[in-house]
């Protein structure tokens, strides 16, 4: 896990509320990614950004939404359009998008709606 | 499109015998493979990638694969298990002919259980 953090480690949410989970590196990487893990699945793309002040949709990126203001910030908000977001999210990054660079993981952020 | 399977949602092992974790992929182009582990409650860490070159990659902690072109395969294997290697162990996919060439695909996951 080491050079990536995410807080907070556990966070629970109230049905309607919006929240920010929060992803920091200090890997100097260009490409930042926003994963879901479910039990049982895979990961799941949610966003990823290849540079600074860029994003693209992953696959499930509906009711989630991003910014990448800083190469080593990438924050996650979850909103209230999100239908299911209990979930494990994981952050990673890579030193860039198109080599065969292996990604680095962050020890993720547990959401759980009530 | 690009897409990765894992066979098997749970391998089980005895301790010292060898192991094998299945990994099957499907690209356009050419792919770039790599296997992660997960332990309970973390992050993925990597283990191992192919790139090109040698089809036999070595990893860390002993694991290694096998690049199978003809089969479209990259299974994980270990010589002789360790209980420590218990965990979720993860394929992934990334098709460089792919015009989203930023975005990899991960497998659903395979359970390991080594036991004593």
């Known amino acids: 896990d080491g050079g990536i953090t995410q807080s907070p480690k556990y966070l629970f949410r109230k049905e309607g509320q919006n929240v920010t989970l929060s992803c920091e590196q200090n890997?100097?990487?260009?490409?930042m990614y926003w994963y879901r893990q479910d039990p049982g699945q895979g990961l799941r793309l949610i966003y990823y950004?290849?540079?600074?002040?860029?994003?693209q949709k992953g696959d499930i990126a509906e009711g989630y939404s991003v910014s990448r203001e800083k190469k080593e910030s990438f924050p996650l908000t979850v909103t209230s359009a999100q239908k299911n977001p209990t979930a494990f999210y994981l952050c990673?990054?890579?030193?860039?998008?198109?080599?065969?660079?292996?990604?680095?993981f962050g020890p993720g952020t547990r959401l759980t709606v009530l | 499109a690009q897409s990765v399977a894992q066979p098997e949602d749970q391998v089980n092992v005895a301790e010292g015998n060898p192991l094998t974790v299945k990994c099957t992929y499907s690209?356009?182009?050419?792919?770039?493979l790599f296997w992660y582990v997960q332990y309970p409650n973390r992050g993925l860490q990597f283990l191992l990638k192919?790139?090109?070159?040698?089809?036999l990659v070595k990893g860390s902690y002993g694991f290694e694969a096998e690049f199978n072109k003809s089969q479209t395969s990259f299974h994980l294997k270990k010589p002789s298990a360790l209980v420590s290697d218990s965990a979720l162990y993860f394929c992934?996919?990334?098709?460089?002919?792919?015009?989203?060439?930023?975005?990899?695909?991960f497998g659903d996951g395979t359970t390991l259980t080594v036991k004593p």
């Open positions: 192919y790139i090109t070159g040698d089809n």
């Open positions: 690209v356009s182009g050419n792919p770039y």
């Open positions: 890997l100097n990487h260009d490409a």
């Open positions: 990673a990054s890579s030193i860039g998008p198109l080599e065969g660079n292996e990604q680095f």
């Open positions: 950004s290849q540079i600074v002040n860029d994003f």
């Open positions: 992934a996919v990334r098709d460089l002919g792919n015009t989203n060439a930023g975005k990899s695909t």
